[in-house]
């Protein structure tokens, strides 16, 4: 590289799982499945919320938006994934890696960043209904979408120039099928300490603080519901938060797993770190658009009708 004058591989090694490289070629078609499943069904709630004038509502754009940031964080990862598992091409260019990486930190911190303001609408439609459409305008639900996007790529911009600064001269062989940071700062031969500190600083002011900010609005719409009269019409209003307290915990209890993991884990199991990341990378594509299938009849009615032959 020639910003940095320091000694870096041609390229980095992948790795499936460890001791059953044999089994990768029978891993490769539930991968496969799994990937299908991902971009098959997210695609689906793409094309339900845009052809379907029911759901111009501000709470199936914001669905759109994580469905947008599933599609494009299975696709930053599918390539390495199936070439690791199928083909057995575990190797990957270092540049390449290099965006990868981001691109995988960067579409997981759009997801946080709507899983927020998710909660947000449904604060919005359950503290204040009448003033649900006047808060939530398109204007408004756009601006989030551009915000969520810009946080995710100007906290992360440094992260490759970090490290791109450090040598790599232990080894150039990674724990996963693809790139994370994490991962990649233990090759190093030098101080990480500044990665560390900043990866740290990332992962409290972005991922925390939207944790910290959804648990508080649902304390606040728990507030809410308690206040109403009817038990009937208190579980009704709570109904419409399942679907998403569900994706929150799909999405945030595997990213915890996995950073408890790369941080405090150096001595578990090599097969550890590739199950909590594999977790971590195929759990919220796949269960988001099945919870919000299953949970939401107006989703469910536009699929079905998608596929409904029309009549002449």
């Given at each position: 590289m020639g910003l940095f004058n320091v000694t870096h591989p041609a390229s980095f090694v992948l790795t499936g799982i460890p001791g059953l490289e044999s089994t990768?070629?029978?891993?490769?078609?539930?991968?496969?499945?799994?990937?299908?499943?991902?971009?098959?069904?997210?695609?689906?709630?793409?094309?339900?919320?845009?052809?379907?004038?029911?759901?111009?509502?501000?709470?199936?754009?914001?669905?759109s938006m994580l469905s947008f940031s599933d599609v494009a964080m299975s696709m930053a990862t599918l390539p390495t994934v199936l070439r690791t598992f199928c083909l057995n091409a575990r190797n990957i260019a270092f540049d390449a890696c290099l965006i990868q990486m981001f691109l995988i930190h960067s579409f997981s911190m759009m997801e946080s960043g709507i899983l927020l303001a998710m909660s947000f609408d449904r604060y919005v439609a359950i503290c204040d209904p009448l003033h649900y459409a006047t808060v939530l305008t398109n204007g408004v639900i756009a601006g989030i979408g551009v915000a969520v996007t810009a946080r995710s790529f100007i906290t992360l911009f440094p992260l490759p120039f970090l490290f791109m600064?450090?040598?790599?001269?232990?080894?150039?062989v990674l724990s996963h099928s693809y790139c994370l940071h994490p991962d990649m700062i233990k090759l190093a031969c030098a101080d990480i300490t500044i990665n560390s500190i900043y990866?740290?600083?990332?992962l409290v002011s972005t991922f925390g603080m939207d944790m910290l900010f959804i648990f508080l609005s649902y304390v606040l719409i728990l507030h809410s519901v308690m206040a109403i009269a009817s038990h009937k019409e208190?579980?009704?209003?709570?109904?419409?938060?399942?679907?998403?307290?569900?994706?929150?915990?799909?999405?945030?209890?595997p990213m915890i797993g996995v950073s408890v993991v790369h941080r405090f884990g150096k001595h578990a199991p090599r097969f550890v770190h590739v199950l909590m990341s594999n977790v971590y990378l195929f759990v919220p594509p796949v269960l988001n658009p099945l919870i919000y299938s299953a949970k939401t009849k107006e989703i469910r009615r536009a699929i079905i009708r998608m596929f409904r032959p029309v009549k002449m």
């Open positions: 990768h070629s029978w891993l490769a078609g539930p991968l496969c499945v799994m990937y299908a499943m991902a971009l098959g069904a997210n695609v689906l709630i793409l094309q339900a919320v845009r052809v379907e004038p029911s759901l111009h509502e501000p709470m199936y754009y914001f669905l600064r450090l040598p790599i001269c232990r080894s150039n990866g740290l600083f990332v208190r579980l009704k209003a709570l109904n419409t938060c399942v679907s998403h307290i569900l994706a929150v915990l799909a999405f945030y209890v």
